[in-house]
Structures are given as structure tokens and as C-alpha cells.
């Protein structure tokens, strides 16, 4: 049997992520209950483990655009996390070809630094050098539309609404080809305008070969740029396949 010619750029086997919550027991609990379960190597009651993602397996070609949809709290983010390698797996394994980066809406700028200064260090950050930071620089500050209503690029980051903010991560973010980019509810904050050009650039970014993952509520975001989506519910893999096939499904509540 010949080997499919389309290269895997990740690889989810079986995978299960349990997070550990600490002090979520009732009671603040004493100093002496604390030293007898110590000395009798009881684990602490108030140890709460929240298994988030229960045995997903599924894997993403280069080229592929994949949207992940489920209901609140059904595990997507922590999927993407455990993807970027922030996250560790409880069972299974997660195998990626090149390096994923993760783009959410909460990545780390600095509030205090001027939209300037955040894009030359996230650039930076990224692995672009110098030269090539002043080269892109222009094109970021314009995709990112930041200096429409003013000068706001040589202003400190928190002067920005949660939007403006949220389009020069995604702005940064987008200036490198990525091998793996996986983006968590960017376009969500953008405006119209905005979401129509990130959903452009996403399928740019596919053509230099990459693999994009996107979660996001808005179907239509998801319809328009991915044509491969997964359900997730619970925690569980409901259905995997051609994004209009599940997201009609999902929509409708029709579990196969
Ligand atoms: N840091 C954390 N500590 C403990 N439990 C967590 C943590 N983050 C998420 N969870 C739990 O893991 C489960 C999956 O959460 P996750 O954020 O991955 O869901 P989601 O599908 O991205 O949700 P949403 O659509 O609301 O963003 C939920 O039950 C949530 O309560």
C-alpha cells in the first residue's frame, strides 16, 4: 500500500488532558490536618481534577484550514494549548512537524509599550530578525488598521479598545509564515472589515504551507475559512469532516 502523498503536520493520538485545580475543596483546612495526610501520603482533598479532553485523536495536513466549533467549556482552547506545547497530555501524544504558534486573543503584549514597540518586539519575538522587522513593519501597522482614526500606533497599548488590540496581535502574528498557526477567537473582535481581511490572510498563509487551526463561535467565520472542522463536545470528538457537513450538524444539534 503507497503512503497518501499529502504530509502530516499534526498528529493527535489518543489524547487526554486533566487539569489539576488547587484548594478547590471546601474548608481552608489546618495545619494539622495538612502534616497527618502528609505523614500518611494522603493526597489533599481539595486537588480537583477537571479531565478536559478525553481521548481526541485526529490528524492535520499541510495546506488544511480547521476550524474546531463545540459548545462553551467543551474543551477546544485546551485542545489548541496542548497543541502549542503548553499544555501536557495526561494519555496519548501529540506529534507536530515544525512549530506551532499560538495566537489568542489574551497573548502577551505589553499594555505599557506603544503599539510600536509591541510590534517590533513580537516580531522580534517571533524569530524575525531586525532587517526584516523594519521591512514588514509598514505592512503590519496598515493591516492592522490601528492608525485609521489617528495616531494611535505611537500610543501605549492600553489606550486601545479590546478590538484594536485584538487586530494588531492578529496582525503581528499573521506577518510570519507559520508552520503551525493555531488561533483562538481572533477574528471574533475584529470588525467587519477587519474579520474579511484576517479571513484573506489565513488562506494566504495555508498557500505558504502551513496549517491553520481556528476556533471560533461565529459558523460563519469558520465556514468561510476552513474547509475541514471538528466537533468537540465534553471533551469528545463528535464528528470530523468537511466543515459544511458538521457544521450543519452541529447547528442543528445532530450527532452522528
Ligand atoms: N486552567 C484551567 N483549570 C481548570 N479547568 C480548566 C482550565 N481551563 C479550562 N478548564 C476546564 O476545561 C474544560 C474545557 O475548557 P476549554 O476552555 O478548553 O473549553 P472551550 O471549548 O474552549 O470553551 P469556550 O467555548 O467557552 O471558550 C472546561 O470544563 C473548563 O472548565
Request: net charge positive.
Amino acid at each position: 500500500m503507497s503512503l497518501p502523498e499529502r504530509e502530516p503536520t499534526v498528529v493527535v493520538d489518543d489524547v487526554h488532558i486533566v487539569y489539576r485545580v488547587h484548594g478547590a475543596g471546601s474548608g481552608k483546612g489546618s495545619a494539622t490536618s495538612a502534616l497527618s495526610r502528609i505523614i500518611s501520603r494522603r493526597k489533599s482533598p481539595s486537588i480537583r481534577e477537571v479531565h478536559a479532553v478525553r481521548g481526541i485523536s485526529f490528524t492535520a495536513y499541510r495546506g488544511e484550514a480547521i476550524g474546531l466549533i463545540g459548545s462553551n467549556g467543551s474543551g477546544k482552547s485546551t485542545m489548541l494549548a496542548a497543541i502549542a506545547g503548553l499544555l501536557p497530555t495526561e494519555r496519548g501524544g501529540i506529534y507536530t512537524n515544525g512549530q506551532p504558534s499560538l495566537l489568542g486573543v489574551n497573548a502577551a503584549l505589553m499594555n505599557d509599550l506603544t503599539g510600536e514597540r509591541n510590534v517590533v518586539l513580537g516580531c522580534l519575538a517571533m524569530g524575525m530578525t531586525p532587517t526584516q522587522v523594519r521591512r514588514r513593519y509598514d505592512d503590519i501597522v496598515e493591516f492592522s488598521g490601528i492608525n485609521d482614526k489617528g495616531d494611535f500606533i505611537s500610543l501605549p497599548m492600553r489606550t486601545y479598545s479590546s478590538g484594536m488590540a485584538a487586530r494588531l496581535r492578529f496582525s503581528i502574528a499573521a506577518a510570519k509564515t507559520h508552520d503551525v498557526l493555531l488561533i483562538d477567537e481572533a477574528l471574533a473582535t475584529g470588525d467587519q472589515a477587519f474579520q474579511k481581511r484576517s479571513e484573506d490572510r489565513i488562506r494566504e498563509l495555508r498557500k505558504e504551507a502551513g496549517t491553520v487551526f481556528l476556533v471560533s463561535h461565529n459558523n460563519n467565520a469558520i465556514r468561510d475559512t476552513c474547509e475541514r472542522t471538528i466537533w468537540i463536545e465534553q471533551g469528545e470528538l463528535i464528528m470530523d469532516g468537511p466543515t459544511d457537513r458538521v457544521v450543519r450538524a452541529y447547528e442543528k444539534g445532530e450527532r452522528p
